[in-house]
Structures are given as structure tokens and as C-alpha cells.
């Protein structure tokens, strides 16, 4: 039987699940030894093998030579091997400090050394990575709960977002909440919380921008009084005919001018500084179609502002440029005696006042550049984790697939990327196939600019070296937030037609125990009947690993036994009777024991040794002769 069927029929009619040529196994996780467990994993003549890699350490301590060697292994016996990647690993680039991209571009250095070992394992072998480290996503919540009135929407009782402008990039919840107002009860989701995040940040932003402005405004107009208070001095000071006093003051209403200038200069470059900010937020943070409905709008106008306010910080730096020139070659001639720079300084202010004079022709019209930035739409700077996750896994993922493609071709590893937990960054079949189409698009776009091959072969590429693991016990964790069987097998019809790999597992819902199947609540069948529908023809060259590490752990016994008889799986290859299912469990005749070969009864009459068992069953001749060629013993 080559493929997953309810309809298995023999001459009974038989029902079976999974050919026992799909179903395999996981080595240890425990020792870098992964030669031994590979061994006695096809002894056992089990065809499809996973070096459970999960550790980062255990992963660099198995030498290069012994996947040499598991490759020559795996040729002789005709079966597959394939690695499962560190679990720690965040495609994404998150870690405990949080997100950065220089964790991620680290990842994806991991990820290429663990692709070249996938390769010296065969061709095209699956290299498995989790979606997430542990980064929360969601907290679901399916079924009401007692004492509730109304289900969150979208399910969503919780959704984490990250800053993506913050360079610390922190992560935080929003929940869902029903508050009472004066006009009667109202929903904050997590959706509208994050919205109005957003917007208020944006509009804070927004309005520095204002204050800054209100602020230079109200510095001018002391100015205009300043200086229409020490005119009289001025021309005073001129005639020579101040006194003392006036002189005082005429000298503090100069320092208070300068005081005043040099804050416009000040609010100025915080001027330039905030609307470099709001514009980059704007270009990098905004989606497109908000994007386009602003452009189509104001934005040869908003071009036009922008232009003249590049110009008027370069005539501002120029400016700049020269006081600080011209003062240092005053100085450096006449020291602090400005009695005999007189003349100098008088040049210079009469030079300085024409570069403003010529500043004021371009200065930007900047009521109208704030009224326009008073229209823009605000940008998505607080995302969903799961979102921000989808977009930098994608481009690691297609970024190892280039490398693994331009170093293997055809024979690359398969690049796999296992669904965790459901409250996990991707960990919903939704998220994850976003993800990895997502990852596939980008693949091809990269093979088609930078390989010239046409885009039709590249995403047939795309499609071959990409694809999702699904682990039927990772999603059945939603049943702790209220899903039934029903919704759980959904996510798997989902998921589908990406699937490269399948992962199977049992537990009940709450842990991921990783049990032998039938010993939990996974409803594993149903997923695997979605999953055959999906993939179709596909589906027959899908491995199944048994992932039953947590029972063998805890009993010390093979779960092997257990696996086969919940698969219904055939005794011999001729697909017909007797089941795994009928004879796990059955008894000798002596109703105990070894067997039909070794009755615990005999055991019991003649002793353990052969001497005292009969003929029959290998017990000596009584005579001095062979009993095969009747020639003497001795």
C-alpha cells in the first residue's frame, strides 16, 4: 500500500490508515551518536529516519564524516534520512533579548550550515526548522466561557505587537475588553486597541512637529518687540551718546537676541530632524494602498515642499558653514578685541544677512508642509508579532533557499518549516502557509533577477525546495483555548497544499507529551484525511515521523508496537490479514508467555536449559548417537 486510504481493501475489507513504508522514526535526541541510532532504526527496516537535532550543541558534535556515512547507509537499505534543525532557532531572528537583524542574518548563517549537512545526507533531503522559538502570537479563546456574554472577535482574546521603529523593538500585549461609557457598553478588541495605538503615537509625532513650530513662532514675535526696543539704543549707541545704563542695556538686548536667534536655529534642526523622521515612517510604514490614496492627492505638492526644504537646510548649512569660518578667522586675527574687528564683523553680518535674505526666497512654505502632513495616513509602526514574523521569516527562508539552490540545484535539501504552538508566531495553518508562500514568492523573484530564469521555472523551483512540516499534535494545543476535533482537522485542510513533511504525535491538548498514537485525544486520522485530500497524489511521497520520544522516555519501552497497531497496519506486505491491531496483544496456546516457539509452560516443566526438554522442542538424545546423522556424539 503506497498511500494513506480508508478504503483499504482486501478480501475482508479491511480499513487501514498509513502504509507501513511511509511511517518513520526519530533517532535520540540525546546523543551526538546518531550513527548507532541510525543503524538500529533500519535494522528495524524502518524507511523513513529524522537525526532529531534539536540541540544546537548536539548538532556541531556529530562529524562531518558520519553523515557520509548515514548517506551511504540510507543507499544501501533504501531508505530516507532526513534532519530535524536545533528547535531554539527563530527563522525570524527573535531571541530572548528580543528582535534585531543582526540575530536574524545569524540565523541565516545557521541555517545554510544545516542545509549543506541536509545535502551530504542525499538529494532533495527535508531539512525541518520550527517556526518560532517561543515568541507569543495570539491567546485564542473558541468557546465561551461562564459567565461571558460574548466571544472575542476573531477569536482573539490577546494579540502581541512589536515596535517595529524602536530600535529595542519590545514586544506587548493587547487584550480584549468590554468597557461601559456613558452611551452603553463598547468592545475594544485587541485590532482596535493596536489601531488606535498607532494613530495616537502618529499623532504625537504630528503634533511636536506643530509645537515646535507654535514655539519658533512665539521666539520671532519677542524678537519683532526686542528689536523695535533697542532701535533707539542702537541708533544711540551709533551717535555716541548712551549712557552707561543704556549702554547696559543696550549690550543685554543684544545677548538676549543672539540667545533667541541661536533657539530658531535650534527648533529649526529639530524642525528638519522630525519631518526626516515623519517622512521615513511614512515611505517605510505606511501600506501601499493608504500610500497611493495620499500620493494621488498631495503628492506633487508634498514633492514640491520637500524639494524646497532640502534646499533651505542646505542654504541653513552653508550658512552655518560660514559663521562658524568667518568667526574662527576673525578670531584667529584679532583674538577677543572686537573694537579693531569692527570692520571684519561688519562684512561678515552684511554677508550673513544676504545668504538669510536669500534663504527666506526658497524657505518652504511651512503652514502648508504641516496642513499636508496633518492628512497623512498613519503608518503601521505596532504590527502583530505573528505579521512581523511571516515577513523575516520569508526572507531567511528565501535567502537559505537561494544559497542551497546555487550550491546543489535540482538536488538541494527541501527547506520545511514545522508549525509549533497555535499561540505561537505562525503557529496557526493560516500564518503558516502565508508564510510560506510568502518565502516561495520571494525565492522566485530572487532566482528570476538574479539567475535569469524565467519566472514560470522558478516558482515550479519555488515549490519543490519550500514547504510546511505539519505536527498533528502541536495543533491540537487549541483545544485548551475551546476548539473541538472539528476546528482542529480544519487547520490541517488548510494547510495542505504546502505540506512537505508530517510529523505524529499523540497527547491530550494541554502539553505536547509526545505520546504514541492512540494513547492521546489527537485527532490524528481526521487530520491525516484532510491532509490526503489536499495533497493529493503528493500525499504518497509525504514521510510520516512518528514523533513518540515522550513515552519511550517515561517506559523505557519501544513505542513501535503501539504505532503500528493504530495505523492498522498489515503483519507482512502482502496486505492481508493478520493486522498489527488483531496480534499486538494475542496469546500462545499456553496462554502466556514467549510464544508458539517457547511456551512459558515448557519452562515450567523441564527448567530453563535443554537438557531436560524433549526431543521436540531441542532437548538431547538419549543415546550416544546424532539424532540428524546418526554417527556418534564423540
Known sequence: MDTFTNEYRTSNEREFYVAHKLLGVTTSPQTANQIQEATSRLNAGVKHIELELISPELFDSVPKQHFDEMRRMSKLTGANINIHAPAQMDLAGFSREGWSESNRKGVEESMKHMIDRGADLGDNTVVNFHSSGGIPAFEWQKERALGEEKIPEEE???????????????????????????????????????ENINMTTWDQERLQLFNYEKEKREIKDSIQILQSQIA?????????????????????????????DDHIKQLNSHIESQLQDVHDKFVR???????????IKYGKEYKDLLDLSRKEKEEMDKIKEFEKGKIKDIEGRYGHDYKRAEPELKGFIEEREKMIENLKKISVNRDRLLNIIQEMPAPERFVPTDDFAREKLSETVANSAVYAYNKYKDKAP??????????????????????????????????????????????????????????????????????????????????????????????????????????????????LEKLKKGL??????????????????????S??????????????????APFWNEIAYTHAEYEMGYGLMFPEKHFELYGSGFSNLPQELGGQVPSDKSRFAGTPND
Open 559 to 576: 513505542p513501535r508496537l503501539q504505532e503500528l497497531q493504530y495505523f492498522n497496519t498489515p503483519l507482512y506486505d502482502m496486505k492481508a
Open 285 to 295: 510604514f505606511v501600506d501601499n494602498r493608504r500610500k497611493k490614496e495620499f500620493e
Open 232 to 260: 533707539p539704543l542702537e541708533e544711540g549707541d551709533k551717535k555716541g551718546v548712551l549712557t552707561e545704563k543704556e549702554e547696559e542695556m543696550f549690550e543685554d538686548s543684544k545677548r538676549k537676541l543672539y540667545v533667541m
Open 156 to 194: 482573539k482574546r490577546k494579540i502581541f505587537v512589536i515596535d517595529r521603529v524602536d530600535p529595542r523593538h519590545q514586544i506587548m500585549p493587547l487584550e480584549y475588553e468590554e468597557k461601559e461609557y456613558f452611551g452603553g457598553p463598547e468592545i475594544w478588541s485587541p485590532e482596535r486597541r493596536r
Open 414 to 527: 527541501i527547506i520545511s518549516v514545522e508549525n509549533v504552538f497555535p499561540d505561537w508566531t505562525l503557529g496557526r495553518a493560516e500564518s503558516l502557509k502565508k508564510a510560506v508562500e510568502e518565502s516561495r514568492e520571494k525565492f522566485a523573484e530572487k532566482l528570476h533577477n538574479e539567475k535569469n530564469i524565467s519566472m514560470e521555472k522558478a516558482k515550479e523551483i519555488s515549490k519543490k525546495l519550500i514547504g510546511a512540516t505539519w505536527d498533528v499534535g502541536h495543533i491540537t494545543q487549541l483545544r485548551k483555548f475551546g476548539y473541538s476535533d472539528e476546528d482542529i482537522a480544519k487547520e490541517a485542510e488548510k494547510i495542505a497544499p504546502v505540506v512537505k513533511h508530517i510529523h505524529v504525535t499523540d497527547n491530550f491538548g494541554f502539553s505536547d507529551s509526545h505520546l504514541a498514537p492512540g494513547q492521546g485525544t489527537v485527532p490524528i486520522r481526521e487530520q
Open 536 to 557: 493529493g497524489e503528493e500525499y504518497g511521497k509525504v514521510a510520516h515521523i512518528l514523533e513518540s520520544g515522550g513515552f519511550a522516555s517515561q517506559f523505557k519501552q
